[in-house]
């Protein structure tokens, strides 16, 4: 079987695309694939999906594969860009990567197994990519799970901050305490952080929230108040807080999770 053929069986692209061109090269423990389309396909505009017509080809681009055995597999192509009627010039999906990706879809799945089980450092060495190159990946798989994620907005949540860098460097994290899952990171530890996350829901959705566990931050405090209706009786402190256990906001008062 030639190495074409071998690889149009690997790759498995949907038509009109195919391998065209096969380059070893040992010493650098490198394999490189040209893919091309062939024939007369009917091209879709990425925006709206209405049947368009091509107009030209973008530079070629460079995608990193699955390794081939030990060897770091390239995918080469230049992607067709459509003339659209609405949207004007736009580059056509491509079957194997995700827009401005570097990456085909195949090697992203393997560096998110990865990078679920270690470090991004550790990841990017296995993975041979740089470290910039493994965040860019994780950033992209939490983008889509965001997107494909329905909407909820839960009727207990926990707010709290986490320092994520040196130099004191903080971000605001909004959890659903009942099914355990992240629903909002915003930067700082500050009011308007919170804020972000009260800003995406509607007025109905604010009534639903009953409880809101935290710490005695004052910008967290004056955030929930702000925000919800009767905030200030939604506020539950965190157990061993160290508060006093009630304090008062204007007519309300605020109860803490720590008992005798």
Not at 41 to 60: I, K, N
Not at 165 to 179: N, P, Q, R
Not at 193 to 215: G, K
Request: net charge negative; aromatic share 8%; proline share 5%.
């Amino acid at each position: 079987m030639r190495d074409i053929d071998l690889y149009r069986q690997i790759l498995g692209l949907p038509a009109p695309w195919t391998v065209t061109r096969v380059e070893l090269h040992v010493n650098e423990q490198r394999v490189d694939l040209w893919v091309e389309w062939q024939g007369m396909p009917t091209w879709t505009c990425p925006a709206c999906q209405a049947a368009v017509s091509l107009y030209d080809h973008a530079d070629e681009r460079t995608w990193r594969h699955l390794d081939t055995c030990q060897f770091m597999t390239y995918l080469h192509a230049r992607p067709p860009r459509v003339q659209c009627p609405t949207h004007g010039v736009r580059q056509v999906r491509l079957p194997w990567a995700e827009p401005d990706s570097r990456f085909t879809a195949l090697f992203e799945r393997l560096a998110i197994d990865v990078l679920t089980e270690g470090t991004v450092k550790g990841a990017a060495r296995i993975l041979r990519i740089s470290w910039d190159a493994a965040w860019g990946i994780m950033e992209r798989a939490v983008e889509r799970g965001r997107l494909a994620k329905k909407r909820h907005v839960p009727a207990l949540i926990g707010v709290d901050e986490k320092a994520v860098a040196k130099g004191h460097t903080y971000v605001t994290i909004v959890c659903d305490l009942e099914a355990g899952t992240v629903e909002h990171v915003a930067d700082e530890a500050s009011q308007a952080s919170l804020d972000t996350y009260f800003a995406t829901l509607t007025n109905a959705e604010r009534e639903r929230i009953a409880a809101v566990a935290m710490d005695m931050s004052q910008a967290y405090i004056q955030s929930v108040t702000t925000n919800l209706p009767d905030g200030a009786t939604k506020i539950v402190f965190d157990r061993e807080c160290g508060a006093p256990h009630s304090r008062s906001y204007g007519e309300s008062s605020v109860m803490c999770a720590c008992r005798d």
